[in-house]
């Protein structure tokens, strides 16, 4: 393969600092010799944005299958210690549901990884560090924010 590309949302779904560096490893593996890995990760920049992440709830209402009207609530917390950010999903339960499903649908956990930390992570692996492009997200709850796209070569 001449290249591999991995996203920022998939790259901060492995949380711990061995486990990121294990995905690097298998992209590098994965790439031929004088092949491109491309890394996206937040901007350094972002990580102030996120702070304003704490706690935050918001209910939406929908009709399910029988017509009852329900409630989805959907939480996310950044915490700034740990650089971890939690989504959750919950549905309320519907009075007279014979099946009531009130509870968590998902919960997804990441790590925010800055292009600087990713960046580091990768010449440890022997990738070599060609460029990078900063653009914005362009949809979404980080709409606006930057993040940055890290060119690196595998060696021969």
């Known amino acids: 393969?001449?290249?591999?590309?991995?996203?920022?949302?998939?790259?901060?779904?492995?949380?711990s600092e061995s486990a990121a560096p294990d995905v690097?490893?298998?992209?590098?593996?994965?790439?031929?010799?004088?092949?491109?890995?491309?890394?996206v990760a937040?901007?350094?920049?972002?990580?102030?944005?996120?702070?304003?992440?704490?706690?935050?709830?918001?209910?939406?209402?929908?009709?399910d299958r029988r017509g009852n009207r329900r409630l989805i609530r959907r939480g996310v917390d950044f915490l700034p210690d740990t650089r971890n950010l939690?989504?959750?999903?919950?549905?309320?339960?519907?009075?007279?549901?014979?099946?009531p499903f009130p509870g968590v649908m998902g919960i997804h956990e990441e790590h925010v990884w800055?292009?600087?930390e990713v960046r580091l992570m990768?010449?440890?692996?022997?990738?070599?560090?060609e460029h990078r492009v900063t653009?914005?997200?362009?949809?979404?709850?980080?709409h606006g924010w930057p993040v940055d796209a890290l060119l690196l070569r595998t060696q021969t």
């Open 114 to 116: 800055t292009s600087g």
């Open 86 to 99: 939690r989504h959750n999903y919950f549905i309320e339960a519907h009075a007279g549901d014979p099946y």
């Open 42 to 63: 937040f901007h350094e920049s972002s990580l102030k944005r996120f702070v304003h992440l704490r706690e935050m709830c918001d209910a939406v209402s929908f009709e």
């Open 135 to 142: 653009m914005e997200v362009t949809g979404g709850g980080a």
């Open 24 to 39: 690097i490893r298998n992209l590098r593996d994965a790439v031929r010799p004088d092949g491109h890995v491309v890394l």
């Open 1 to 15: 393969m001449d290249l591999a590309l991995l996203g920022n949302v998939t790259l901060n779904s492995f949380t």
């Open 122 to 129: 990768a010449e440890k692996m022997g990738l070599a560090y």
